[in-house]
């Protein structure tokens, strides 16, 4: 295995406590993303790349989400596809959009 499938499979175990036995992926590009006074209410939208479809998410206010919304940005200026992971009935507490619980930038 080369280093770069391990280090992916390193990212994939720690973060796989993050993930719920009921979550949902989706690939795609970051269509734009917004900050806001109240910092659960961030909101990020993502165009899939399978259906087209618009989605829109949130990112929580806790630890780690900075790191979510650092690759975000990332993926946003760099116009390259990402897969966020998120459960339908997890919210960040602002809105009915899901909370994002992994992304993934490629």
């Known amino acids: 295995m080369n ?9 994939l175990a720690s973060a796989a406590h993050f993930v719920s036995a009921d979550s949902t992926n989706v690939r795609g590009k970051i269509i734009f993303t917004e900050g806001h006074h109240s910092p659960n209410c961030r909101t990020v939208q993502l165009e899939s790349k399978s259906t087209g479809e618009l989605l829109a998410f949130r990112i929580q206010d806790d630890e780690g989400s ?41």
């Open 66 to 106: 900075d790191d979510i919304q650092s690759i975000v940005l990332a993926a946003l200026m760099g116009n390259r596809e990402v897969m966020i992971t998120y459960d339908p009935e997890i919210t960040s507490g602002c809105g009915t959009n899901p909370r994002i619980l992994y992304v993934r930038i490629y």
């Open 3 to 11: 280093l770069k499938k391990t280090l992916g499979a390193l990212l």
